[in-house]
């Protein structure tokens, strides 16, 4: 089975009540969306948007920005378009259909480079997660920013607890992925960027942010 064909099966039916069970446990996506430095004129990029959930809120505040969202899910697209006509938001947020690791220039929602791209709770489900990286840095400018909020080891959480929510996550396709983060901090050895990572809630999420030199 394709990735696209997998992402339909999975989200065919949640799409329609994704954001209301979501919140539940994908925590820290509005703390990541406050963080992130968006300046009038940018071109910000979500790569696995879903919903548009997120790029609604960054509609909401800043409305002088470039926003584009993609993702692999045809059945999420069509939601989360349907949410930005009914905000009247469809003009001002650009969708494309897509995978993360095959986004470049022929795949870049009518601009050539980004200021900021990221990533929420989308690279865990995402096998290819450092092809995927490098296909955001390649499209990202010099000085641009990518920023990651996912799940993180949940090292610090009680065993049982920890053991439940793999196996429950499993089910989705959802895992930690620690060498998304081992791979961050190699291509910042090698001086491709600035990293920067913190763990939140006992490590059950981890933020991210990498500054392309």
């Not at 791209?117 to 296909?135: G, H, V």
Request: proline share 2%; aromatic share 10%; net charge positive.
């Amino acid at each position: 089975m394709d990735a696209v064909t997998e992402m339909n099966r999975i989200y065919r039916y949640q799409r329609h009540f994704y954001d209301l069970t979501r919140k539940s446990f994908l925590f820290g996506r509005d703390t990541l969306l406050r963080r992130m430095r968006i300046r009038a004129g940018d071109h910000v990029l979500e790569v696995g948007c879903g919903t548009a959930r997120n790029l609604l809120k960054l509609y909401a505040c800043h409305r002088h920005a470039e926003l584009y969202g993609l993702d692999a899910s045809t059945e999420m697209l069509e939601t989360a378009r349907q949410k930005l006509k009914r905000r009247r938001a469809h003009d001002r947020v650009r969708l494309e259909h897509g995978l993360a690791e095959e986004l470049s220039q022929s795949l870049t929602l009518g601009t050539r480079q980004f200021d900021v791209i990221f990533f929420s709770y989308s690279l865990s489900m995402i096998p290819a997660c450092t092809a995927s990286i490098e296909a955001a840095l390649s499209s990202l400018k010099p000085g641009g920013a990518l920023y990651i909020v996912d799940f993180g080891d949940q090292a610090r959480l009680p065993s049982l607890l920890r053991s439940a929510l793999t196996r429950w996550l499993g089910l989705f396709g959802v895992r930690h992925r620690p060498e998304l983060y081992e791979h961050l901090r190699a291509l910042e050895a090698k001086g491709a960027g600035q990293l920067t990572t913190e763990a939140f809630a006992l490590h059950y999420g981890m933020f991210a942010s990498f500054v392309k030199n």
